[in-house]
């Protein structure tokens, strides 16, 4: 269809023919170049050199500042040592402990004065080869790599060290062994003495506590001390050692256990004898396990010793020797054990029945052998007090036995079964002429006697006097005695 414009009418045009684009011309392909394997391989190690080269240098450039130096990451007691000389480390190893060490002092009290020790006594400083020697060797084993690992490491794992002291405990050692031997000592026991005849025959020495001292606790205490830099002090803590007996003890364990009153013979020879050996019984102690021997006591009856011949009734009517009369006071004594329940060891019989106590109740002694031995089973002293004194014309023996008290009393019963008297006579022949000169003559000079058996027996009473229980302490047999006849020796 014909279009119109604005000149007017346009003849339609001729359509063209459309024209087929032509095919994009297609690009001839370049070849590239290959490079060869030498030349591949320079520039790889071209490339490995180059951050070789690089690596070196960054290395380098991180350790070379601490070459002589403490490495990063290294520390003292929380303060940094990286990049400081050795020099320097040890002037703050020296800057950080000095202080604490001149002020360092350790002291000991005790119950009346005191002990010091200081750092010069122990020589106290901080060991700088040990303490800095680990940190200072971080990273200088090797070369430069090794000390760039050795700060990464450290980057990750700070190194921090103590201060490492050095002491001598030799001087503290040597005041310990002073101050043990002003603080130890032994107990001391409280002591009695007894002297019988005074108005207080019992004097007492007081007890004292004795001291034992531990020093191992005070030592570990002075090391610690030391290696916190911290003063310290620390009491002696020695521990009380008691003694084993005390005043109180002795003084409750003076009582009188048992008291015998005895009538003796008051022939002059007999009482001499008696006296001087109650001088030497008297005051005697037995020890708590110990025992007491008469004869020991008393001594050997000898003139030298002082005694005198005596008629000795335990070894038969008229029978006379030295020392004749202390028959009657261990007798006494034996009594006076048996009352205080002390144990008899040794006893002997008379011969014959005596007249200065009951039948059994004796003991015979003798320095050729026969012996009265007593023990003391408690845990005190026993003490014995003896004297011989004239009443009108008589003579008395007192035996007192003192220790630790007794909660019973105790008396003596004898039963006596007598036996039958011999009818024939003992013939004597009378060599000296005392009672019948010729042979035809017969003088009677003693007369017979029974035999015995007798049991003594050792009651035991309350404090009202009641029978609680019975002992037999002794069964003892005497022959009889048969009539003696003196028969003289000449012819008339």
């Not at 604490?100 to 119950?111: C, E, H, L, M, N």
């Not at 020890?287 to 335990?314: H, I, W």
């Not at 014959?352 to 052998?369: K, L, M, R, T, W």
């Not at 009378?430 to 029974?450: F, I, K, L, N, S």
Request: hydrophobic share 40%.
């Amino acid at each position: 269809m014909p279009s119109l414009t604005r000149a007017g009418y346009m003849p339609p045009r001729k359509q063209r023919p459309e024209e087929k684009p032509e095919p994009p011309k297609k690009k001839k392909k370049r070849r590239k170049k290959r490079m060869n394997g030498a030349a591949a391989a320079s520039l790889v190690v071209l490339l490995i050199a180059v951050l070789i080269g690089v690596a070196t240098v960054y290395v380098y450039t991180c350790t070379q500042p601490y070459a002589e130096a403490f490495l990063p990451g290294t520390a003292l007691l929380g303060e940094p040592l990286g990049g400081l000389s050795y020099a320097q480390g040890e002037e703050a190893l020296f800057g950080l402990t000095g202080e604490a060490i001149a002020d360092w002092s350790f002291t000991i009290t005790g119950k009346t004065q005191s002990w010091t020790l200081t750092a010069q006594d122990v020589a106290l400083h901080a060991d700088a080869e040990k303490t800095l020697g680990a940190l200072w060797q971080a990273g200088r084993e090797g070369g430069m790599v090794s000390r760039f690992l050795a700060m990464l490491r450290l980057r990750e794992e700070p190194m921090i060290v103590t201060p490492v002291l050095a002491y001598s405990m030799d001087a503290a050692d040597a005041l310990l062994e002073e101050i043990r031997a002003q603080v130890e000592c032994e107990p001391v026991n409280a002591t009695v003495a007894f002297a019988p005849g005074n108005s207080e025959p019992f004097r007492y020495t007081d007890e004292k506590d004795g001291w034992a001292l531990d020093t191992a606790p005070l030592r570990e205490a002075i090391e610690a001390s030391i290696l916190s830099l911290e003063p310290g002090e620390e009491k002696t803590g020695e521990t009380r050692l008691a003694p084993s007996v005390t005043r109180a003890q002795l003084e409750a364990a003076s009582c009188l256990r048992s008291r015998v009153v005895m009538m003796v013979s008051a022939e002059p020879a007999s009482v001499a004898n008696m006296q001087k050996a109650a001088a030497l019984l008297s005051g005697a102690r037995i020890d708590a396990g110990g025992t007491l021997s008469f004869n020991a006591v008393v001594g050997a009856r000898t003139a030298e010793s002082g005694y005198v011949e005596a008629e000795e009734p335990a070894y038969g009517a008229g029978t006379v020797g030295l020392g004749g009369g202390l028959c009657q006071l261990s007798t006494a004594l034996y009594r006076a054990a048996l009352l205080g329940d002390l144990p008899v060891e040794e006893r002997h019989a008379a011969v014959s029945p005596v007249s200065y106590c009951e039948i059994g109740q004796e003991a015979a002694v003798s320095d050729q052998g026969l012996d009265l031995v007593l023990g003391n089973p408690t845990d005190s002293p026993v003490f014995v007090s003896a004297r011989v004194y004239a009443d009108g014309d008589a003579a008395v023996c007192e035996v007192q036995l003192f220790g630790e008290p007794l909660s019973v009393h105790y008396a003596l019963e004898t039963q006596a079964e007598e036996t039958e008297i011999p009818t024939e006579p003992v013939y004597v022949r009378d060599r000296e002429g005392r009672y019948a000169t010729y042979t035809d003559e017969r003088v009677p000079v003693g007369e017979g006697g029974p035999g015995y058996t007798a049991v003594v027996e050792r009651v035991t009473l309350d404090a009202l006097g009641n029978e609680l229980e019975r002992e037999t302490v002794s069964t003892d047999s005497y022959d009889p005695i048969a009539p003696t006849v003196y028969v003289g020796v000449t012819e008339r």
